[in-house]
Structure formats: structure tokens, C-alpha cells
């Protein structure tokens, strides 16, 4: 019986789909999860409602855990865009600079210059990190 009339909502949708990741071994995305050890909390496994109650209103945002190799519970997610998500993946090369960590592309972005330009400064030519995040780095 279905009381929380959520059902296909984004929020549900967000739900159902964490849950298969990190239990069903027969979803595609299994072994980036659950096969990883990435569990949902004991409350939102067994709750949508609790679910709901603790992550709010997506807005139209995605899940997203804050640490990427904890589980799915209060505190370790919010709802994100789908670039702040990309930011955090394990393809994501991040480089530290001046005591801040952003991805590659993110630096571009800064920059005013295309990533492939960037990566191009550093693993082509062999840059220093310093002259390829600065504007004398410019050819």
C-alpha cells in the first residue's frame, strides 16, 4: 500500500534507482556501488518517506554522496546538479594550486581557455603546474 503518493516523482525515482545500485547485483551500475561496499542507511532502505523527509525537495537535482566512497545516509548526501556531481568522479584529474584543489576542467573554466589546451600544457609540453595555471603560461 502506497500512503506517501510519491510514487514516479523525481524523489521516488532518486530512491528506487539508489537502492538498486547498491543491492540488486543484476543492476548495470551494481559494481560501482553496492559491489564497492556503498550501502544505503537502515533508515532509507526500509523508508521512502524517511527518505524523503530527511533529503527534501530535489528541485529538480540529483543524489548525490558528499563522500563518494561512503554509503547513502544524512549527512553523506545532498542533492546536486549534474556538473557538481562530475566533478567528483574517479576520472576527474585534480590538480591543487595556491592551496586550491579543482578538477582540470574547472581550471580551464578559470582560465578562459579549452580543457583540452590545458592537459595539452601539462602532459604534452611537461609544464610546471604554476606556468600552466597562469596567464604567462599562455603561447
Known amino acids: 500500500m502506497k500512503t506517501h503518493q510519491q510514487y514516479g516523482t523525481r524523489e521516488y525515482q532518486a530512491w528506487a534507482n539508489m537502492k538498486a545500485r547498491c543491492e540488486n547485483p543484476n543492476n548495470i551500475r551494481y559494481h560501482r556501488y553496492g559491489g564497492r ?6 533508515r532509507w532502505r526500509n523508508s521512502f518517506e524517511a527518505f524523503l523527509a530527511d533529503m527534501g525537495p530535489s528541485n529538480g537535482l ?9 554509503n547513502y545516509e544524512p549527512g553523506n548526501c545532498r542533492w546536486a546538479t549534474v556538473r557538481e556531481q562530475s566533478q567528483k568522479t574517479s576520472r576527474i584529474k585534480l590538480l591543487t ?10 581550471w580551464a573554466r578559470r582560465l578562459g581557455i579549452r580543457a583540452n589546451t590545458l592537459t595539452m600544457r601539462l602532459n604534452a609540453y611537461k609544464w610546471p603546474l604554476e606556468k600552466a595555471l597562469t596567464k604567462g603560461g599562455e603561447r
Open 62 to 70: 540529483t543524489i548525490d554522496r558528499i563522500d563518494n566512497d561512503g
Open 97 to 106: 594550486f595556491n592551496g586550491e584543489t579543482l578538477s582540470l576542467a574547472e
Open 37 to 42: 561496499g556503498i550501502k544505503v542507511c537502515e
